[in-house]
């Protein structure tokens, strides 16, 4: 718990609206040092972005920067390259040869360091052995693995030879992997026998095994072997990693890619039940995060670069994998959890390999600001530079917490806000240049174009009102995995008939070039933008996005219940933690013992990321005279808003109060 003096520092710094400019030992040095660029990429930000292609190695430069016929975007036309010969080969073959790439370290402790050219010869080898498998440029490779440096290895090797992944993150249960590996079509699935976390083994062939029944696409199965886990083999399908490896060819050529080919699917929560396949292209993905990689986190060739994020989601492609791996970057990457075996295990971790930079989650600093101050304080932390937050929004008590126990006062915080969707980092501090704010974004990242709109598209200065993102990026998303439909009335359709650029696409929703990202947010006079969290049916729990339909689709699956309505309510740890109204079919008695039940069923459906916290039973579901579920009121119930017995719903009666007393009130 926090000590009455650190109660007292936050306070102070916040009552004081204090603002952190940067130091100017940090300032000199940094790869921005004047406010200048925005307005320089502002006027012709094609060039601005053409400029951060040029620092990456193409096969064959592009003809046009951008053709942008909203809302589809092509960047760098015409050019080809290869990600992976960007990321490896480039400094494998330079005087970075021997500098280390990746260091890893398991969470039982085991550790083990690829330098650029270790990894050089491992993305080949493996590039070779899902050849020789007969996997082809375009296929999909649906990949299951712990944090370990064969998931980086397996991404890269994919990227070689010009075939689509699909990381699928180890926590999703063995139906959220059916369903993502049937929705791509995968043909090889890479996993391993398990992997560690807080001392367990958690079994990942085995739930595989499970996904596995259901998945005519797949051919072969490759595993890496982590420990001593006992598992399956079925013959013919399954592959060991490292026996494949044996007889690999040390070499294999880089694909040359389009920059418009396809790099990766990954899935992520909307608002209906189904996940989205988000896609990601080839120039323009790489071209943004290595931009952003460098001047967001003012990465330099000798720092120790951590990123706390798993491979399974989009920070860990594009800020553990892609974006320092273009820069000859050195990763740090860890396995396991952060309390493990006790709770300094990730200061531990950065005074062992004198950490420079890093990022992580704000949910992770609410914990470790639960956990106290003394954990931190007893490791030496000097070795850090910058740290960064990114998932969610940061609340100033914890921004103001992580600069004063974690950087120590010295270390600037960017706090980076983008989305699977946008690929890269898009509204962010500038750490030499910037003022920064606790528990602001700061503004978009020079190029990026953003403002707040109202219901009606109307632009508002100060006020607060929805995100939107005017103008193309690099690395934004090329659509949705089979469904190109949702992709236009997803991002591209809200304010349809008010903005300037209103077009009808071939889709026939009308789209009007502007992207609508689903978050709130306000401006503050300086023209800082303040993220307020989600303004649709996505929950944001511990960081993690989830839909409220796939949990009530997973509720309503138990065969004891008739409907269920999920909400989000506010949580100190997590951010928001899910809330479930269920309506049980008639005859079924209510009990603890069910609500255990359903709260496992959820998490065998999705992963126990999406268990809710609490389950309410109702009756009834508050619904609008026109059917739908009055989700606000069901989230001012939860979150204790609401007089009356909110413990059980069953009365109809007591809803039809509490519609009043909400109504009312
Ligand atoms: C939220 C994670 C406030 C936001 C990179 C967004 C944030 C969703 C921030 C995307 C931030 C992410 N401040 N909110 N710095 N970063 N979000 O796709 O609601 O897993 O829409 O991408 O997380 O989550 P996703």
Known sequence: MKTDTQTKAIDVFLEENRRFPPQEAFRKTAWVQSEEIYEKAARDPEKFWAGFAEELSWIKKWDKVLDWKPPYAKWFVGGKLNIA?????????????????????????????????DLYREV??????????????????????????EAAIAMLACARIGAVHNVVFGGFSAESLRDRINDAQAKVLITADGGWRRGKMIALKKEADQALTGTPSIQHVIIVKRGEFPLE?????????????????AYSEPEAMDSEDLLYILYTSGTTGKPKGIIHTTGGYLTGVYATTKWVFDLKP????????????VTGHSYVVYGPLANGATVFMYEGAPDWPEKDRFWQLIEK????????????????????TEWPAKRDLSSLRLLGSVGEPINPEAWVWYHQHIGRGHCPVVDTWWQTETGMILITPLPGITNLKPGSATKPFPGIEACILNEKGEKSETGGGYLAITKPWPAMLRGIYGDPERYVKQYWSKWPNIYPVTRKTENTSLCNGVYFPGDGAKRDEDGYFWLLGRVDDVLNVAGHRIGTMEVESALVDHPSVAEAAVVGKKHEIKGEAIVAFVTIKEGIQKSDSLVNELRSHVAKKIGSLARPEDIIFS??????RSGKIMRRLLKAIAEGKVLGDVTTLADPEVINRLKQQYEET
């Not at 009756?619 to 609008?624: I, S």
């Open 233 to 249: 083999i079925q013959e013919g399908r399954d592959h060991w990693w490292h026996r494949l490896m044996q007889n690999a060819e």
């Open 353 to 372: 390999y004198g950490v420079t930079i890093f990022y992580t989650a704000p949910t992770a600093i609410r914990s470790f600001m639960k956990w106290g």
């Open 302 to 313: 000798e720092d120790v670069y951590w990123c706390t994020a798993d491979i399974g989601w």
């Open 124 to 149: 080949n080898q493996f590039a070779s052995a899902l050849k020789k498998l007969g996997v082809k440029k375009g296929d999909r490779i649906a990949i299951y693995l712990p944090m370990i440096p």
């Open 619 to 624: 009756a009834d579901l508050p619904k609008t």
């Open 85 to 117: 010969f960007n990321c490896v080969d480039r400094w494998a073959k330079s005087s970075l040869r021997n500098k280390a790439a990746i260091i890893w370290e398991g969470e039982p402790g085991d550790q083990r360091t690829l330098t650029y050219w």
